[in-house]
DNA sequence: CGGTATCCCTTTTGATACTG
DNA sequence: CAGTATCAAAAGGGATACCG
């Protein structure tokens, strides 16, 4: 790749006929990277101890490298996760939480564990929904 | 649209090769729902008080009739939103959090809380990072 | 092992036009 | 006003191959 995205490290993308992505203002930029897919996760894991790349890859489970490499990356980058690359071989990194990323994993963590403490009450909401909805419809 | 899809207000793909969607564990929807893009600033905002539609278009800003509407539909399928339609021309229709909503929404301001408070040193983490890639890269 | 580079499909998002 | 329908663009995401 010729020039730095410095942006974010999505790889492919190479044309973009504007970029949205940096010109929103800077803070739902973060806010959008702790609340990405694979962010939240990493989060949560990495609150409890440092893991291990391939570790950390097993224990979230189905997601690709790719993914993994490009969450771990925004979150270095934003100084929520520190990389410690040992250089052995075969290569070892470990990746943890800085103090700025444990603040924000502990968010991150209440509003999951409100999630799955609510889930009853929003599958049962979901089923007044659609009853709702397939009544109206005769 | 023929079947109803019952699962979420995407109307468009009529076609996905497998459903990840609704596969995945309960848990991880409705923590998708809640953070994402327009779902936080959704939250956000009917935390302060209840929203008309296009009033809340316009508050947010920069997000399509389209997205507005297939989110709102989603927080409230979820239980998190209470829509009011008052049968009047023209239209009126409010929305407001219900008390799952109210929760939800206070772990989502949380975050956004502490994203601003700590966009600083994000910020700064930023410029080290990017600083030292250039340095390494000569 | 821990990545990076590509290719290519899927999902999301937005613009636009239209309806009750 | 508050949506729905449709289409095209963009971003997200996975599979594979390869490198240090």
């Known amino acids: 790749m010729a020039v730095s995205p410095a942006v974010s490290p999505v790889a492919d993308a190479a044309t973009s006929k504007y970029d949205i992505g940096e010109s929103m203002c800077p803070y739902r930029l973060v806010l959008e990277h702790v609340t990405s897919r694979w962010g939240v996760l990493v ?47 075969p290569p070892r990194v470990d990746y943890s939480l800085t103090d700025l990323g444990r603040e924000a994993a502990e968010q991150v963590r209440g509003l999951a564990l409100w999630t799955s403490e609510r889930m009853g009450d929003v599958e049962k909401a979901r089923e007044a929904y659609d009853a709702r909805k397939a009544d109206s419809r005769g």
Not at 44 to 67: A, C, D, Q
Request: proline residues 4%; glycine residues 4%; positive net charge.
């Open 43 to 89: 989060l949560i894991e990495l609150l409890e101890r440092p893991y291990r790349f391939s570790e950390l890859r097993r224990t979230i489970g189905r997601v690709s490298e790719k993914m993994l490499t490009q969450t771990l990356q925004t979150l270095e980058r934003d100084g929520l996760v520190h990389r410690d690359a040992k250089p052995v071989i």
